[in-house]
C-alpha cells in the first residue's frame, strides 16, 4: 500500500471517528476553522475578496471586510458541514432541515420523467442534499466534480452512494440522460467557472463563463428544471437549522436564445445569493475566463 492511500485512509478514519461528535460541536470546529481562514493570509481568502470587490461594487470598504469575514467564517463551516454530510448520523441532520415545496419534485417524479435539480454553490449543499435525498421518494443523483485525490475520491463516492445511490461525473452527459430516463432527479450546479461549451453571461454584472450544456440538456430532453436553495439559519432558541426552498419549475430553457435563458438563471442565482451573500462559495475563482483573457480579474493576487 502507497504512503498516499495510507495517509488518506487515515485521514478519512480520523474524519469519521470526528463525525460521531454532536453536530452542534462540528458546527462550532467549523466556526474555528472559519476564524483561521480569515485570520491567516492565504490565496482562497484573496479571491474572495477579490469576487465580492467584483459583485458588491456599491458596498463600502467596512462593509465588503465584514462580508468577506462572515463568508470565510461561513466556508469553514461549510466544511464541516460538507464531511458531516458523508459520514454523520442521518437523522441528526434531517432533524435540522425545514422543507418547503419538495411535493414539485414529487410531482416530477409521478409524471415518470426524471427532473433537474438545479442551485447554486452554497455552503450547506452537501448537507442539505443528504436530507433531501433522506426525504423523497426516489433519492436524487449527484453531478460533481472529480476530487484531484483519486484515493478520497473513492471514499467520498462511497458516501455519497450511501445517500444518493449514484455520483456522475459532471463530463459524463451519457449517464446524466440514463438516470432521467430512469425517472431521477439529478443534481445540477451550472454556477462555477466552465473552461469548455461556454458562453460569457454576466453574473453580478460581471462577464462569466456559464456553462451552455444545461440549456440544451433541458431543451432536448423538456424534463422539468426545478431550482432549490438551502440556507443555514437559525431558530428562536439560537440553535442552527436549515431551510430548504423548492421553487416551482424553470421555464426559461424553452426558448432558442441561450444567452437571454442563461441571463435569467443566473439573474435567478443572484436573486437567491442575495438573501445570504456570506453562504455562497466566493473563494471560487468564478470569473476565472474573461473576455480580456484567462486570469485577467485575478492577476496579482
Not at 96 to 105: C, K, N, P, Q, T
Request: net charge positive; glycine share 6%; hydrophobic share 40%.
Amino acid at each position: 500500500m502507497s504512503f498516499k492511500r495510507t495517509k488518506t485512509n487515515f485521514i478519512v478514519a480520523l474524519a469519521k471517528l470526528l463525525m460521531k461528535l454532536p453536530l452542534s460541536f462540528i458546527l462550532a470546529l467549523g466556526y474555528f476553522v472559519g476564524w483561521l481562514f480569515w485570520l491567516i493570509p492565504n490565496k482562497r481568502k484573496k479571491i474572495a475578496h477579490r469576487n465580492i470587490e467584483l459583485c458588491f461594487p456599491d458596498l463600502s470598504f467596512k462593509d465588503r471586510k465584514k462580508l468577506l469575514k462572515q463568508n470565510l467564517i461561513s466556508n469553514g463551516k461549510g466544511l464541516l458541514e460538507t464531511i458531516y454530510a458523508y459520514w454523520g448520523n442521518t437523522e441528526k441532520i434531517t432533524e435540522r432541515v425545514e422543507f418547503s415545496g419538495l411535493d414539485v419534485i414529487e410531482k416530477a417524479h409521478s409524471e415518470g420523467n426524471g427532473c433537474l435539480l438545479i442551485s447554486c454553490h452554497l455552503h450547506p449543499m452537501e448537507l442539505v442534499i443528504r436530507a433531501i435525498n433522506t426525504t423523497l421518494s426516489k433519492p436524487g443523483h449527484m453531478l460533481a466534480r472529480q476530487h484531484n485525490n483519486k484515493i478520497f475520491e473513492e471514499h467520498v463516492d462511497i458516501a455519497r452512494r450511501t445517500h444518493s445511490e449514484k455520483t456522475i461525473d459532471k463530463k459524463d452527459m451519457k449517464n446524466v440522460l440514463k438516470s432521467l430516463k430512469n425517472n431521477y432527479p439529478v443534481y445540477f450546479f451550472p454556477d462555477q467557472n466552465f473552461s469548455y461549451q461556454f458562453e460569457y453571461i454576466d453574473f453580478f454584472g460581471v462577464p462569466a463563463a456559464t456553462v451552455t450544456g444545461l440549456a440544451r440538456l433541458a431543451k432536448s430532453t423538456n424534463v422539468p428544471v426545478i431550482p432549490w436553495f438551502g440556507f443555514r439559519g437559525k431558530n428562536s432558541s439560537g440553535k442552527t437549522i436549515y431551510h430548504v426552498d423548492v421553487l416551482p419549475p424553470l421555464d426559461i430553457f424553452q426558448g432558442d436564445d441561450i444567452k437571454e435563458n442563461l441571463l435569467k438563471l443566473n439573474q435567478l442565482f443572484e436573486q437567491q445569493i442575495k438573501k445570504h451573500p456570506e453562504q455562497y462559495l466566493w473563494v471560487h475563482r468564478r470569473f476565472k475566463n474573461h473576455p480580456k483573457g484567462r486570469n485577467y480579474l485575478y492577476k496579482n493576487l
